[in-house]
């Protein structure tokens, strides 16, 4: 293990995931910080309407980034000193993100003049959007790929910084938690202004192309889709349990989740760092797959097991400090998420760090598809009677399902990282041909 570890620090792996960290902190890390101030100003019926705005908010951000974050890393991870193509990519992927953004203009239309819900909270509604624009338009995953991720720490931590105090300083009233979506909006836009300067001193900024924008629409469709079944169980939960049970629940389902992003921010850049190390990895002679898989098996599950544990005990602890008074339903739905760490760690480490990286993308969407659909269907029968524990119940297993559904398929084609018989230095086409 110590020998794994040493090689990856030679490849920058450290620095780049000490970098993935900052922007992680950043981005999750800060909010959570406000979240004892927020949460008591709000009380848990407004906090209820501000994560639902914010999940719908994050939908439509996933629509926009339409799996770029995966899809367009690795494009720029395996163009290792190409600068043309990776200028080419990055114009393509604007055009995309353009095309898919007018494309959103008319279903966003429909909803403002359909339903009476949105048009009630306007503040909330506008404010969702700005946000999910400017977190849509995020340029880290370019520079990820590129190993360049340092480059842009500094301007998330500044900016997401920023937007803190700006909440601190102005939200006063329980109708305002709109202000926390748009100064976090500002903060995505500084971020996105910043590193196209940065992208700007090493590659040419090419004009976005119609051609080039359905050419990556088309090329990054799985991730697409990877990214859009994710989204049943990971980021639009509060949005879901809002349309079975009153605000009130929404606020205790939330309340929990936020803390256990929290936790689960963690290992998110140890995850990010491993996925483009192999995918710059994954076509070069000298790459060894197994033990790098091995080594995001063992890491991601181990930080993830001891989180759950920290979580399970430290519950009522954490719902009293962040949360508050009002909010003691949340301490058992927090503790049925102790299970996340260690599940999400384990399914990113096969599913992600593994099957991605070895050209698996149907596969794993197909995995990935069954776990959303699981998830409405739990949701749909059980939050009408458990409320938010309902709908906590629903999320575990459906993580749980993606563990079983990957390392199911990987065992069956003899593919997991634990099979010492297949090649060492095996590249993915190796793998795709071997199906």
Same mark, same amino acid.
Not at 104 to 112: E, N
Not at 178 to 185: D, E, I, K, S, T
Not at 287 to 296: E, F, T, W, Y
Not at 312 to 318: R, T
């Given at each position: 293990?110590?020998?794994?570890?040493?090689?990856?620090?030679?490849?920058?792996?450290?620095?780049?995931?000490?970098?993935?960290?900052?922007?992680?902190?950043?981005? @999750?890390?800060?909010?959570?910080?406000?979240?004892?101030?927020?949460?008591?100003?709000?009380?848990?019926?407004?906090?209820?309407? /501000?994560?639902? #705005?914010?999940? #719908?908010?994050? @939908?439509?951000?996933?629509?926009?980034? @339409?799996?770029?974050?995966?899809?367009?890393?690795?494009?720029?991870?395996?163009?290792?000193?190409?600068?043309?193509?990776?200028?080419?990519?990055?114009?393509?992927?604007?055009?995309?993100?353009?095309? %898919?953004?007018?494309?959103?203009?008319?279903?966003?239309?429909?909803?403002?003049?359909?339903?009476?819900? #949105?048009?009630?909270?306007?503040?909330?509604?506008?404010?969702? /959007?700005?946000?999910?624009?400017?977190?849509?338009?995020?340029?880290?995953?370019?520079?990820?790929?590129?190993?360049?991720?340092?480059?842009?720490?500094?301007?998330?931590?500044?900016?997401?910084?920023? =937007?803190?105090?700006?909440?601190?300083?102005?939200?006063?009233?329980?109708?305002?938690?709109?202000? /926390?979506?748009?100064?976090?909006?500002?903060?995505?836009?500084?971020?996105?202004?910043?590193?196209?300067?940065?992208?700007?001193?090493?590659?040419?900024?090419?004009?976005?192309?119609?051609?080039?924008?359905?050419?990556?629409?088309?090329?990054?469709?799985?991730?697409?889709?990877?990214?859009?079944?994710?989204?049943?169980?990971?980021?639009?939960?509060?949005?879901?349990?809002?349309?079975?049970?009153?605000?009130?629940?929404?606020?205790?389902?939330?309340?929990?989740?936020?803390?256990?992003?929290?936790?689960?921010?963690?290992?998110?850049?140890?995850?990010?760092?491993?996925?483009?190390?192999?995918?710059?990895?994954?076509?070069?002679?000298?790459?060894?797959?197994?033990?790098?898989?091995?080594?995001?098996? =063992?890491?991601?599950?181990?930080?993830?097991?001891?989180?759950?544990?920290?979580?399970?005990?430290?519950?009522?602890?954490?719902?009293? /400090?962040?949360?508050?008074?009002?909010?003691?339903?949340?301490?058992?739905?927090?503790?049925?998420?102790?299970? %996340?760490?260690?599940?999400?760690?384990?399914?990113?480490?096969?599913?992600?760090?593994?099957?991605?990286?070895?050209?698996?993308?149907?596969?794993?969407?197909?995995?990935?598809?069954?776990?959303?659909?699981?998830?409405?269907?739990?949701?749909?029968?059980?939050?009408?009677?458990?409320?938010?524990?309902?709908?906590?119940?629903?999320?575990?297993?459906?993580?749980?399902?993606?563990?079983?559904?990957?390392?199911? @398929?990987?065992?069956?084609?003899?593919?997991?990282?634990?099979?010492?018989?297949?090649?060492?230095?095996?590249?993915?086409?190796?793998?795709?041909?071997?199906?």
């Amino acid at each position: 293990m110590i020998t794994r570890w040493q090689r990856l620090r030679r490849s920058n792996g450290l620095r780049e995931t000490a970098a993935l960290y900052a922007v992680h902190g950043a981005t @999750y890390f800060l909010p959570l910080l406000v979240i004892p101030f927020v949460a008591r100003v709000l009380g848990p019926e407004q906090w209820g309407w /501000l994560s639902m #705005f914010q999940s #719908f908010a994050l @939908y439509a951000s996933m629509l926009i980034e @339409y799996g770029f974050g995966l899809s367009g890393t690795r494009d720029v991870a395996r163009l290792h000193g190409d600068a043309d193509g990776r200028a080419r990519v990055l114009a393509d992927v604007t055009a995309a993100k353009l095309i %898919l953004l007018a494309g959103l203009t008319i279903p966003i239309g429909a909803l403002w003049f359909l339903a009476p819900l #949105f048009q009630e909270h306007g503040r909330l509604f506008a404010a969702a /959007l700005f946000f999910a624009v400017a977190q849509g338009a995020s340029l880290v995953w370019f520079l990820q790929g590129a190993g360049q991720a340092a480059r842009i720490a500094k301007a998330e931590v500044v900016s997401r910084s920023v =937007a803190t105090g700006l909440v601190f300083l102005c939200l006063r009233e329980p109708d305002q938690g709109w202000m /926390l979506l748009f100064f976090n909006g500002l903060a995505a836009t500084a971020s996105v202004v910043i590193g196209l300067v940065q992208i700007r001193r090493e590659t040419a900024l090419l004009a976005p192309t119609w051609a080039g924008g359905m050419r990556a629409l088309r090329m990054g469709l799985s991730m697409f889709f990877f990214r859009s079944a994710v989204s049943l169980y990971t980021l639009g939960n509060a949005f879901v349990l809002g349309l079975f049970v009153a605000p009130h629940f929404v606020g205790f389902y939330s309340g929990a989740e936020r803390i256990a992003k929290g936790f689960l921010g963690l290992m998110q850049p140890l995850a990010q760092s491993l996925y483009a190390q192999l995918n710059r990895r994954g076509s070069g002679p000298e790459m060894d797959s197994q033990r790098l898989g091995r080594l995001s098996m =063992a890491l991601l599950t181990g930080v993830g097991a001891v989180l759950g544990v920290v979580i399970w005990v430290g519950a009522p602890l954490f719902v009293s /400090l962040l949360l508050g008074p009002g909010f003691e339903a949340s301490i058992p739905a927090l503790r049925i998420f102790a299970l %996340l760490p260690w599940l999400v760690g384990m399914a990113t480490a096969l599913g992600m760090n593994w099957m991605l990286p070895l050209g698996l993308d149907r596969q794993f969407n197909f995995v990935i598809a069954g776990a959303g659909l699981l998830n409405l269907a739990l949701a749909a029968l059980l939050a009408p009677g458990l409320q938010h524990i309902g709908m906590c119940i629903a999320v575990a297993a459906s993580e749980g399902f993606v563990v079983i559904g990957c390392f199911t @398929y990987l065992r069956l084609r003899r593919l997991d990282p634990f099979i010492r018989t297949q090649a060492r230095t095996a590249t993915p086409e190796s793998f795709e041909s071997a199906l």
